[in-house]
Structure formats: C-alpha cells, structure tokens
C-alpha cells in the first residue's frame, strides 16, 4: 500500500505514529505485575529484578545519541522502522528466556529500540506537524498511555490464559512491533528525500548540544519527571500486594495509573497546544502525583484512587517534558539533536530512581521510605519548573 494523496498521507502518518508509539513502553510496564512470579521462579531479588525496568532505561538515554547517526545514514523513517523490530524481536525473545541473564538482555535491547526511536519522533514530528507539535506529542504520548495500559491490565490473564506462564505473557506484546512495522511501510515508501534535503543532511551532522545550560536543565527535569513514572510503574503493583490486596486487584491498580497518564497524555498536550504557558501546567501535574503518593504512604485511601491521581500528574508530565525541546528549536535535526540529549541524561537519571526504590526497600523491608523519595523528587521538580518554565 502506497499512500498517495496528500492528505491521506498526514492522516495515515497520525495513525502510524500511533501504532509505533505503543511499541514504547509495553516491554517495561507489562513486568511489574508478574515481578512476584519473575522474583519467585527465577530466584532474584528485589535490587536485580528492579534492573528489567531500569536497564532498559538505562539503554533509552545511553543510546539515543546514535539516534542522529543513524537517520543520517538510512533516514528517519527507516532508522525508526528498524528500531521498533528490535524492539519487537527483544520483547519475542522473552518467551525463551529462562533465566536472569537472559531476561536482562531482552530488556536492555528493547532499550536501545526506544532509545533511538523516541527522539527520531520527535524529528518526525518536528518535520511534518512543525505546527500541531503539541497536539502530535499527544498522540504519541496517548500511543505509550494505550500500549503500557493494555500490556500492564492483560498481562495477568494471558499468564493465566497460558498455564501460568508470565514468559509467554510478556512476549505476546511482541505484536504491537509487527503491527507498527507494517503500518510504517507506506511512510518509508512515500519518503523520498529531495537533493536539498540530502545536502542539508550532509552539511548539518548531527551533534547534540553540550553547551547550552537551558538543555541541561531540560535534562534533569525530563529525568526527575520520567524517574517517578517508572517507579511507580515498577513497584505500584508490589506496593499495593504488599498491604494485603490480591494480585489482581494490584494488576487494575496498575492498569487505572495507565489509562489515567494515557488519557492526561493526549488531552493535555491538545488543550495547549496554542498556548506558550507551560508553567501551570506542569507544576499542576508534578502536585497531582505528589497527591497521590503522599495518600498512598499514609494509607486508609483506595489505591486505585491514589494511582489516578498519580496517573493524572504522570501523564501531563511526560508530554510537557517533551514539548519545550520542541518549543525551543527551529529545525527538525535541531529537535531530534536536543530531545537525544535531553533523553540520554534524562534516561540515566530516571534509571537509578527505581533501583533505588528496590534498594530501600530491601534495606528498610518497606515501600513507604523509599516513595518519600519519591515525594522529594517530585519537590525537586516542582523548583526547577519555577525557575525553567514560562
């Protein structure tokens, strides 16, 4: 299938776009509500079984640099097709995988797949919506929301549905891969590029912006912001199975703090889109999850309520974060540039959060110290959007 008109083509790259984005958080959110089964069968614990999250996001701000190398060789469109077969082929991989090591290398390919494909979207994005990039980030955004939100609530099932097995259940998300790889195929064949374009490429090589202070504190807060998602995203599940609630009704918990962040992560975006405050926003966003949290630690509250509220906050967070590099450049090489730099710190730093979590709680022997962590992390946010934002 070739797309040929034009406007058809800007609504099938919408729609593919979407496709592609569930590819990138499935692989990470559909572990935490069979961590206990993982821990169990395959003897790990808390610190190393916290490494399927935090590897992967390790390997999201370790290897997005090459993003720019590699489109400058095969293209945007290509690089991203690519990337998201790894993506599909490490998550495959799972039904296999039978021990720690094993298991740990699925997450750190998967990793690199999101690594390159997020800021190569942004570039995407960048070029062919340079005036709707709000509202596109938004399907992104609401594309993560809907794959993290069905891999986290189905997983359970289709372990049950599957005699037990969570290795089957985490490798059945391989299908969002092949359903995004092919609903690219039309972009990759529309994208011819011009001589011009192929000059600008190679004049402008792709060099990330190590001296500009405003992208490093873009760093530092995309990382606090994502830190705090994944965490949750990790441990919410055993937090809550930890007081005394089945493994279900963890797994909807999960599952509600998905669908709210995805939900958030297509409406904010939308609603300002033709504004430049981002500001009240994101200090709304970052109070919601604090809410949340807060009223998770003391207890007698609904979890599930609590994990809306941290849903609410999650899912306005991520796409504000992945705006103002969009609000600051001019060009979509420039973009694909800053969000590279933004999410290789970023990446790391939201790495270690969860690990730390997992740490702190095999020290402590509970969860509440280690989310006042998080309650802290979130203040730190809360202060650099006061001083960073407009």
Partial sequence: MIVKSKNLYMIWSVFSLFILSM??????TSISPVLKNIQMDLHMSSAVVSLLTALPVFCMGIFAPLAGKLSERWGIELTIALSVLLIGVSTALRLIASSPVLLLVTAILSGIGIAITGPLISGYIKKHFPRSSSSMIGVYSAGMGIGASLSAGLVVPVMHAFHQSWNAALAIWSVFALAGVLVWIPIIKKSKQSQATKNESGS???RLPWGNRYVWLLMIMFGLQSGV?????T?????VQDVGYSDAYAAMTVTVFSVMQMICSFIIPIIINNSTKRKPWMLLCALSSFTGIFMLIIGGISPVFCAALAGIG????FPLAMILPLDATSTPKEASDWTAMIQFGGYIISGIIPMLVGVIKDMTDTFDI??????FTLVVLMLLTLKVTT
């Fill in 23 to 28: 590819n990138l958080r499935a692989s990470i």
């Fill in 204 to 206: 402008q090589k792709s």
């Fill in 229 to 233: 998602y994944y965490s949750l995203a």
């Fill in 235 to 239: 441990w919410l599940a055993p937090k």
């Fill in 314 to 317: 999650a899912g306005g967070l």
């Fill in 370 to 375: 280690a989310l006042i962590a998080l309650l």
